[in-house]
């Protein structure tokens, strides 16, 4: 297990085991959109922006990753849908590998995990094998884990929902579970106190700069670990001073007026 130690350090910050995350896996269930039409480039401009790591398919790694910028962690997608899935756009197939993940030189992997959906059983069967997988290779494992589907007893956004979603990814083996913000640091602390690992936060729609910092800010104060944050990270105007600003609360504890700086700084990073 020491490789999982390894590894999780090129993904986080290890002093903090706090993270801030870009994924930019959209293009394989949503095609082209704004802000991962360059991979690179957009890559490139998060990690100046201080991110730890990305999220991506097969694409992401052969076409984008540490071909020019700063240095970043790779995370590779092992899991789709697309937006036309006319069966079950909430189902998840396996598209990839733990093995391929290291061929690549990824330096961790990722599922998405619907609770509450029609194919929820064969997403945790898929789930523990991958959990299993990177037990014997010592790869981190992060979890998207979201209630969503017809098995829901509540809203998908309540405690009770994400608290349950965020305990079966720890249950299973996973090494980083990322799932939603429940709204107040008080709700989401039912969610990590619950959660035997770190519990990183969902972007979700397109958000306000004021939104996504205060967001981010309570998550923390409820006991997240920091941030999987992708449309409200590379669509933004300056990918670059909004992860940084991110980074400052993840990373430096600052307060949200201290994060909006940056934002509005004439020169970046003054």
Same mark, same amino acid.
């Given at each position: 297990?020491?490789?999982?130690?390894?590894?999780?350090?090129?993904?986080?910050?290890?002093?903090?085991?706090?993270? +801030?995350?870009?994924?930019?896996?959209?293009?394989?269930?949503?095609?082209?959109?704004?802000?991962?039409?360059?991979?690179?480039?957009?890559?490139?401009?998060?990690?100046?922006?201080?991110?730890?790591?990305?999220?991506?398919? +097969?694409?992401?790694?052969?076409?984008?990753?540490?071909?020019?910028?700063?240095? *970043?962690?790779?995370?590779?997608?092992?899991?789709?849908?697309?937006?036309?899935?006319?069966?079950?756009?909430?189902?998840?197939? $396996?598209?990839?590998?733990?093995?391929?993940?290291?061929?690549?030189?990824?330096?961790?992997?990722?599922?998405?995990?619907?609770?509450?959906?029609?194919?929820?059983?064969?997403?945790?069967?898929?789930?523990?094998?991958?959990?299993?997988?990177?037990?014997?290779?010592?790869?981190?494992?992060?979890?998207?884990?979201?209630?969503?589907?017809?098995?829901?007893?509540?809203?998908?956004?309540?405690?009770?929902? +994400?608290?349950?979603?965020?305990?079966?990814?720890?249950?299973?083996?996973?090494? *980083?579970?990322?799932?939603?913000?429940?709204?107040?640091?008080?709700?989401?602390?039912?969610?990590?106190?619950?959660?035997?690992?770190?519990?990183?936060?969902?972007?979700?729609?397109?958000?306000?700069?004021?939104?996504?910092?205060?967001?981010?800010?309570?998550?923390?104060?409820?006991?997240?670990?920091?941030?999987?944050?992708?449309?409200?990270?590379?669509?933004?105007?300056?990918?670059?001073? $909004?992860?940084?600003?991110?980074?400052?609360?993840?990373?430096?504890?600052?307060?949200?007026?201290?994060?909006?700086?940056? $934002?509005?700084?004439?020169?970046?990073?003054?």
């Amino acid at each position: 297990m020491n490789g999982k130690a390894i590894r999780l350090d090129r993904i986080w910050n290890k002093e903090t085991k706090r993270m +801030v995350i870009v994924p930019m896996d959209h293009g394989a269930g949503e095609g082209p959109m704004p802000g991962l039409i360059n991979l690179a480039e957009s890559m490139n401009a998060v990690a100046r922006g201080g991110a730890n790591a990305v999220i991506g398919h +097969v694409g992401l790694a052969l076409h984008a990753h540490r071909k020019s910028g700063p240095d *970043i962690g790779l995370i590779l997608h092992l899991s789709v849908s697309t937006r036309v899935n006319a069966v079950d756009k909430n189902d998840k197939v $396996l598209v990839n590998t733990v093995e391929n993940a290291l061929k690549i030189g990824a330096d961790g992997v990722s599922v998405h995990i619907n609770i509450g959906s029609l194919t929820e059983s064969d997403q945790l069967r898929d789930l523990g094998e991958v959990s299993l997988k990177c037990m014997e290779w010592g790869v981190p494992l992060l979890a998207m884990m979201y209630p969503r589907g017809s098995g829901l007893t509540a809203p998908e956004k309540s405690a009770d929902m +994400v608290a349950l979603s965020a305990r079966v990814g720890a249950e299973l083996g996973v090494d *980083i579970v990322k799932t939603y913000y429940t709204g107040d640091p008080d709700s989401f602390r039912k969610v990590t106190e619950g959660c035997m690992v770190p519990v990183v936060i969902a972007g979700g729609s397109k958000l306000s700069d004021e939104e996504t910092l205060q967001m981010v800010w309570g998550s923390l104060q409820g006991g997240g670990a920091g941030v999987s944050i992708g449309r409200n990270a590379f669509q933004h105007e300056s990918p670059e001073r $909004l992860v940084s600003a991110i980074a400052s609360l993840v990373h430096g504890n600052a307060t949200v007026e201290q994060a909006k700086k940056i $934002l509005t700084a004439h020169i970046f990073g003054k």
